[in-house]
T-cell receptor
Framework: DGGITQSPKYLFRKEGQNVTLSCEQN?????MYWYRQDPGQGLRLIYY???????QKGDIAEGYSVSREKKESFPLTVTSAQKNPTAFYLC????????????FGPGTRLTVL | RKEVEQDPGPFNVPEGATVAFNCTYS??????FFWYRQDCRKEPKLLMS???SGNEDGRFTAQLNRASQYISLLIRDSKLSDSATYLC????????????FGKGTRLSVIA
């Protein structure tokens, strides 16, 4: 089946630890995105990548880092510098950046204790 | 001014009712428009694209008004299963910028 996978579905970490969230797609899409969603709030863009080995900061990149070494994969690291990391993290992909439909993975719910 | 604005709701409507949501966008260069649906604690999923001529998919009708810079979503004969948050999404060709998501309008259909 074609689609976007994120793992794990739920993740618990202690404060001060870095944690990496996985996002993989087999849709052959060029562009990938990471969003954060807090309860009752909209999506906020963290980072996006239009092509392998290139990525841009979104609206709330501080405290996060990404890499795009392969077209299929766009992992997100939540660092200890992120002040309030507990949230629902969504990964998405599109064929191209600006106007194409975005497809989302099922999300990872991160809780920092 | 926010790029994409939606009334957050909630809209509480009885089963069978017709409900309409509007969404305004600020960038006149916007070229693509979508409605997404997001269920509680799930990922957003594409409901429908919005074309200049308007489009209909069963009980759902989407319209675009470029002059006034708004898009609308009409749901007829509401079902309990329509209860969700509906996200308005807008894209522009300039600068390779990602799609912009509204914060969503929450709909509750009650029996």
């Amino acid at each position: 089946d074609g689609g976007i996978t994120q793992s794990p579905k739920y993740l618990f970490r202690k404060e001060g630890q870095n944690v990496t969230l996985s996002c993989e797609q087999n849709l052959n899409h060029d562009a990938m995105y990471w969003y954060r969603q807090d309860p009752g709030q909209g999506l906020r863009l963290i980072y996006y990548s239009q092509i392998v080995n290139d990525f841009q900061k979104g609206d709330i990149a501080e405290g996060y880092s990404v890499s795009r070494e392969k077209k299929e994969s766009f992992p997100l690291t939540v660092t200890s510098a992120q002040k309030n990391p507990t949230a629902f993290y969504l990964c998405a992909s599109t064929r191209e950046t600006s106007t194409d439909t975005q497809y989302f993975g099922p999300g990872t719910r991160l809780t920092v204790l | 001014r926010k790029e994409v604005e939606q009334d957050p709701g909630p809209f509480n409507v009885p089963e069978g009712a017709t409900v309409a949501f509007n969404c305004t966008y600020s960038n006149s260069a916007s070229q693509s428009f979508f409605w997404y649906r997001q269920d509680c604690r799930k990922e957003p999923k594409l409901l429908m694209s919005v074309y200049s001529s308007g489009n209909e998919d069963g009980r759902f009708t989407a319209q675009l008004n470029r002059a006034s810079q708004y898009i609308s979503l009409l749901i007829r004969d509401s079902k309990l299963s329509d209860s969700a948050t509906y996200l308005c999404v807008v894209g522009t060709l300039s600068g390779n910028t990602p799609l912009v998501f509204g914060k969503g309008t929450r709909l509750s259909v009650i029996a």
